[in-house]
C-alpha cells in the first residue's frame, strides 16, 4: 500500500492532478475538501467544532484505508511549512500509514500566484468546491493565504528521500500524474477505453 500526499498552495491543481493519479494507478483521491464542505454547512472554517469534527473524520478514514485491501490512497493537503501543527498532523498521517507497512511518497507542487489566480476559477475547482464559488472572496483567500505561510519547502523538506517537487505550471495534470507514477514506481491500472 502507498499514500501519496500532495500539497502545495491553494489553487496550485493538487485536487486537478489527484484525479488524474486516481485514473491512472485506481488509488482513490481524497482531497480535503471531502471533509471541509460538508462541515461548513454546520460550523465556520477553523472554528473549534469544525477543526474537531475535521481531524476526527479524516483520521477514521485514514485509519479504515490503511488497515484495508486498497492499494492505498492520494490526499492533498495545503502545509504550511511555518505552521508545526500542519507537519505534526502530517506525520500522524504517516504514521497511521507507516503502522501498517505502507509507504508514504510526498508530492510538492508549485505555480507563481498568477496561474494559481487563474485555476482558482476552473469549472472543476468550483464544482468539487462549494465554498471557492463566491470568487471574490476566494481570490483574497488565495492571495492571503499566500503573503501569510511558506507554501512550499525551500530545500528543507523533511522527508527527502520521498520527496517529488514538480512546478505544475505548464504541465498537465496528466503529465504530472506519469512523472509521480515513475518517481515512485507506482502501479499503473491498466485503462478502459473512454465511452
Known amino acids: 500500500m502507498q499514500l501519496v500526499m500532495i500539497?502545495?498552495?491553494p489553487a496550485v491543481g493538487k485536487m486537478t492532478v489527484g484525479f488524474a493519479?486516481?485514473?491512472?494507478?485506481?488509488?482513490?483521491?481524497?482531497?480535503?475538501?471531502?471533509?471541509?464542505?460538508?462541515?461548513?454547512?454546520?460550523?465556520?472554517?477553523?472554528?473549534p467544532p469544525f477543526a474537531?469534527?475535521?481531524?476526527?473524520?479524516?483520521?477514521?478514514?485514514?485509519?479504515?484505508?490503511?488497515?484495508?485491501?486498497?492499494p492505498g490512497m492520494i490526499f492533498t493537503y495545503v502545509w504550511a511549512f511555518d505552521v508545526p501543527e500542519d507537519k505534526e498532523f502530517l506525520d500522524r498521517v504517516t504514521a497511521i500509514f507507516r503502522s501498517r507497512g505502507a509507504e508514504v511518497c510526498y508530492v510538492?507542487?508549485?505555480s507563481p500566484l498568477e496561474e494559481r489566480l487563474r485555476r482558482n476559477e476552473t469549472e472543476l475547482r468550483l464544482s468539487e468546491k462549494p465554498s471557492k464559488r463566491?470568487?471574490?472572496w476566494s481570490r483574497r483567500n488565495v492571495e492571503n493565504t499566500d503573503r501569510r505561510y511558506k507554501l512550499n519547502s525551500?530545500?528543507?523538506?523533511?522527508?527527502?528521500?520521498?520527496?517529488l517537487f514538480i512546478d505544475n505550471t505548464d504541465l498537465t495534470p496528466d503529465e504530472?500524474?506519469?512523472?509521480?507514477?515513475?518517481?515512485?514506481?507506482?502501479?499503473v491500472r491498466v485503462q478502459e477505453p473512454q465511452k
Request: zero cysteines.
Open 154 to 163: 525551500d530545500g528543507d523538506f523533511p522527508y527527502p528521500d520521498r520527496h
Open 108 to 110: 510538492e507542487l508549485s
Open 52 to 70: 474537531r469534527l475535521n481531524n476526527e473524520f479524516r483520521t477514521r478514514i485514514f485509519e479504515e484505508v490503511a488497515a484495508s485491501d486498497l
Open 134 to 136: 463566491n470568487l471574490a
Open 7 to 9: 500539497f502545495g498552495p
Open 21 to 47: 493519479l486516481e485514473r491512472l494507478t485506481g488509488m482513490p483521491l481524497f482531497h480535503n475538501h471531502m471533509t471541509i464542505e460538508p462541515l461548513l454547512r454546520y460550523f465556520p472554517y477553523g472554528s
Open 176 to 187: 504530472v500524474a506519469r512523472q509521480i507514477v515513475e518517481r515512485f514506481s507506482l502501479p
